[in-house]
């Protein structure tokens, strides 16, 4: 099955998340004109790193920006996922929500990695649940920016069957080249596609270098975008995942009783 990916590469108004959903109702709308099955958008792209305040924008799962989400991918009949700030028992997450063309949420991930770098862990709690989605292109997982660092997170998805990682993403210069390599890695070692979408601009005087991109299977690049905002529209063939996994059999020679 041929699967059509729009990573919609933004700039974030620090803590003006109305601003930022005409951004994204506009994104969503050309992503749909170009015939994509996803759109996906960066990391806290409703408020950036506006983690002080968070109090101010978190809602629940089906209220404030996540039913927006809702609508939004309902009208456009397409698939839309992306973090934003949630609230559950008194306590906020760096949420992923999916939803469907019927305005379905399909799931959620929340950041179980929280980077303290940015002070996240002060403000935050942890997710503790690492869901695989089955959706019509197969299997599908979400993992959040500081997640690519852990491979454990992806080999556990990649062994529970999944073919593809969304990945959204607040990533900061100077670390491209690990962003570019962890992309590639996460991808070889899995025999998995990784969609990354990256902001874009400046805030709190942090610059983030957007590099949003494809990866195949094989590890080889699909798609890379540069460092200003933009709409990167790429159709990947998922039946390649079989294929890689089939020529390389690297979960069936796997040795965990030793690790």
């Known amino acids: 099955m041929e699967l059509t990916i729009s990573l919609a590469q933004m700039d974030i108004a620090l803590g003006q998340p109305q601003v930022n959903l005409a951004k994204v109702q506009e994104l969503t709308a050309e992503a749909k004109r170009r015939g994509s099955d996803v759109v996906l958008f960066p990391e806290l792209w409703s408020t950036g790193y506006d983690l ?9 799962l089906d209220e404030g920006l996540f039913a927006e989400l809702a609508t939004l991918a309902r009208e456009n009949a397409i698939h839309i996922c992306g973090s934003l700030l949630s609230v559950r028992d008194g306590r ?3 949420t992923a929500p999916l939803f469907s063309p019927a305005g379905k949420r399909l799931g959620h991930y929340s950041k179980i990695h929280l ?15 690492a869901p695989v989605f089955d959706l019509a292109w197969g299997k599908s997982a979400i993992a959040i920016c500081y997640d690519l ?37 996460r991808a070889i070692e899995n025999q998995m596609f990784i969609a990354a979408c ?19 299977p094989w590890g080889r690049l699909v798609v890379e975008a540069g460092d200003s905002k933009v709409l990167l529209t790429a159709s990947v063939d998922m039946a390649l995942v079989e294929e890689v996994r089939q ?4 979960f069936a020679d796997r040795r965990p009783e030793l690790y």
């Open 52 to 60: 002080e305040n968070a109090g101010q924008y978190a809602t629940s």
């Open 149 to 185: 660092r852990f491979p454990e997170l992806l080999r556990r998805y990649a062994l529970a069957g999944a073919r593809i990682v969304f990945l959204p993403a607040a990533w900061l210069y100077p670390r491209l080249e690990h962003w570019r390599t962890l992309l590639q890695a």
């Open 92 to 94: 906020y997450h760096n």
């Open 115 to 129: 980077f303290r770098p940015m002070e996240e862990a002060k403000y935050l709690a942890a997710g503790q649940a």
């Open 198 to 216: 990256n902001r874009v601009g400046e805030s709190k005087g942090e610059r983030f270098f957007g590099h949003s991109a494809i990866y195949d």
């Open 247 to 250: 020529t390389i059999t690297v």
